[in-house]
């Protein structure tokens, strides 16, 4: 009932920058968390950053390298990355916990379906 879909992924040099988008559409009512996730080869899915509407959080190693905003009218959430590192190569997705409708509260958990990511040295 909901699809996420990445955009932006795509190789570039040490030091460059990137901009993923990730735009949620279907049977939305509110969404209360959004975030980038990441997996690279041989290891495990890990958070890179989340944003609510009250917060935002980043993992360590992207601390002053990437942003990730929101547009809520457009249901979509950014992440812009730049000096990026060989170490940031993975397979980024989206992650979104949606509500369908005002009068059913229960929320429910969407991936996108990722987007490559690869900096070269």
């Known amino acids: 009932q909901v699809q996420l879909v990445e955009s932006g992924g795509g190789l570039v040099q040490a030091g460059g920058s990137l901009r993923l988008s990730c735009a949620a559409s279907?049977?939305?009512?509110?969404?209360?968390?959004m975030a980038w996730y990441r997996q690279a080869p041989g290891k495990q899915r890990e958070l890179v950053a989340q944003?609510?509407?009250?917060?935002?959080n980043y993992a360590d190693s992207v601390k002053g390298r990437f942003t990730i905003t929101r547009d809520n009218a457009k249901n979509t959430v950014y992440l812009q990355m730049n000096s990026l590192k060989p170490e940031d190569t993975a397979v980024y997705y989206c992650?979104?916990?949606?509500?369908?409708?005002?009068?059913?509260?229960?929320?429910?958990?969407?991936w996108g379906r990722g987007t490559q990511v690869t900096v070269s040295s």
């Open positions: 944003i609510t509407s009250v917060r935002t």
């Open positions: 992650y979104a916990i949606v509500q369908y409708t005002a009068t059913a509260p229960n929320e429910y958990q969407y």
């Open positions: 279907g049977s939305i009512f509110s969404i209360s968390r």
